[in-house]
């Protein structure tokens, strides 16, 4: 009996431990529990900055942490405006709306953003005494020029004038305005300085000349693309202007000849050809030709087939609105150039090779000597050689003109000590001692 009672108080020991344990534990996650209840709500991270492009779309966040029963709700200060309590939306604004992730972060949602939205918004939540955090949405706005405030796509300015163009535009951040030439040539400033790019919302083109003439970009840009353009065309007026390269031009009779002028004018000038005071137009006896290029152009006549009448003076005018000039060219008769004279061809050989010689025209007749002139020499004598006299030379000999080989051939009676030198002969001589040498090996009158 003792025994089996020791046991039964062992058994209830053990079980009110058990049941201590417990009760301990519940206690410690009642405690657990009453502590998060009773926690205060935070703000775990700040509202970032927000920057977007209008026409975009935006979100805000808010992370609460332990916000309990409490509630979220966002206002946009700028406005002084309700726009969301909880989840549901206040304000009558169908572009904002928001969302929960169902544990900490709040989202306000702004679709299509407008300029209007740009501003502080705040996330509040109401305890007491209230927290609140404030973020800020930037809406930034692409270039845009405004036309009416700037000049128009052409204008135009008399030569030596001053001009000013305008160049305004909105955005947001506010837009920088440059000016450029289309063909990159540079910008004249007060007629000292050239610059490739000009800064400012005006351009002021001082005594401006023909060649600032053309196209100029107004061109906006302040970080948001796309940057915009605007391309203005300043014409720059003046009277007609020529220039004649040649103003006299020679040319044969039966030829054909171009004569040419060259003008500046604008407004477009109507250019033509005067002679004998009669406008000429392209015909078969006429070509007029005009290259334009600007306010340049490059005026070509060509006569065709020269006569007599054609001869004389020539005028190229050009005409605008503001005027008219003319230039004048005199085309006078030349000879025709003669041909030059062509060369005699002579051929000499011995009896196994044979070379052609193509001697100058011969200069007048001399008596003295010619250097150099040992065609026939006491060796070609002896091996018999003879020479053939082609074409012009057979024509001299037969009627009776000096010929190189009559210059070159030893005279009839001229003797000297040396066999090989060279004297003077005429051409019957010459064909004589051809034949004498031939037949008989030595040439006649050869001492």
């Known amino acids: 009996m003792v025994m089996a009672g020791g046991g039964g108080r062992r058994r209830l020991v053990r079980g009110g431990r058990r049941d201590g344990r417990t009760l301990l ?27 977007v492009a209008v026409g975009r779309d935006a979100s805000l966040p808010c992370v609460v942490e332990h916000l309990g029963t409490y509630k979220v709700a966002w206002i946009h200060i700028d406005r002084q405006m309700i726009l969301t309590i909880h989840r549901h939306v206040i304000a009558r604004l169908p572009r904002f709306s928001v969302s929960y992730d169902n544990q900490k972060t709040w989202l306000l949602h702004v679709t299509a953003v407008q300029q209007e939205d740009r501003g502080y918004y705040m996330c509040q939540v109401n ?37 000013t163009l305008m160049c305004k535009a909105d955005g947001f951040p506010t837009p920088k305005i440059m000016w450029r030439r289309e063909d990159g040539q540079g910008i004249t400033i007060d007629r000292r300085k050239k610059v490739s790019v000009y800064d400012g919302d005006q351009l002021t083109l001082t005594r401006i000349g023909r060649s600032e003439m053309g196209a100029y970009l107004c061109i906006a840009t302040n970080g948001v693309p796309p940057s915009v353009s605007k391309r203005i065309i300043v014409d720059v007026e003046f009277s007609p202007m020529i220039w004649v390269p040649n103003q006299l031009v020679g040319a044969p009779a039966g030829t054909d000849v171009t004569i040419e002028c060259h003008t500046e004018a604008y407004p477009r000038a109507i250019s033509y050809w005067i002679y004998d005071s009669v406008m000429l137009l392209s015909s078969k006896k006429y070509a007029t030709d005009t290259t334009e290029n600007s306010y340049r152009a490059h005026m070509k006549l060509t006569i065709r087939g020269l006569r007599d009448r ?54 007048p007749e001399s008596d003295q000597p010619v250097a150099n002139s040992n065609i026939l020499s006491k060796s070609s004598e002896k091996r ?64």
């Open 127 to 163: 305890t007491n005494p209230m927290i609140s955090q404030v973020g800020y949405l930037q809406v930034v706005v692409p270039p845009n020029i405004l036309d009416d405030d700037t000049s128009q796509s052409a204008v135009a300015v008399r030569e030596n004038q001053n001009i």
């Open 25 to 51: 534990a519940t206690l410690h996650l009642i405690s657990l529990l009453c502590q998060a209840l009773s926690e205060e709500p935070r703000f775990a991270e700040p509202i970032p900055n927000v920057t």
């Open 384 to 447: 018999g050689g003879h020479r053939k006299v082609v074409g012009g030379a057979e024509a001299a000999a037969s009627s009776g003109a000096a010929t190189p080989a009559d210059r070159l051939s030893p005279a009839p009676g001229h003797s000297s000590s040396d066999s090989s030198s060279v004297v003077r002969w005429p051409m019957p001589h010459i064909v004589v001692a051809g034949v004498v040498v031939a037949l008989c090996g030595k040439p006649a009158g050869a001492h």
């Open 310 to 363: 054609d001869f004389g003076n020539y005028k190229c005018i050009s005409k605008n609105s503001l005027g008219e000039t003319e230039g004048s060219i005199r085309l006078y008769e030349i000879p025709m150039p003669s041909l030059p004279p062509k060369a005699t061809e002579v051929r000499s050989g011995a009896s196994k090779e044979e070379r052609v010689v193509t001697l100058p025209p011969s200069p």
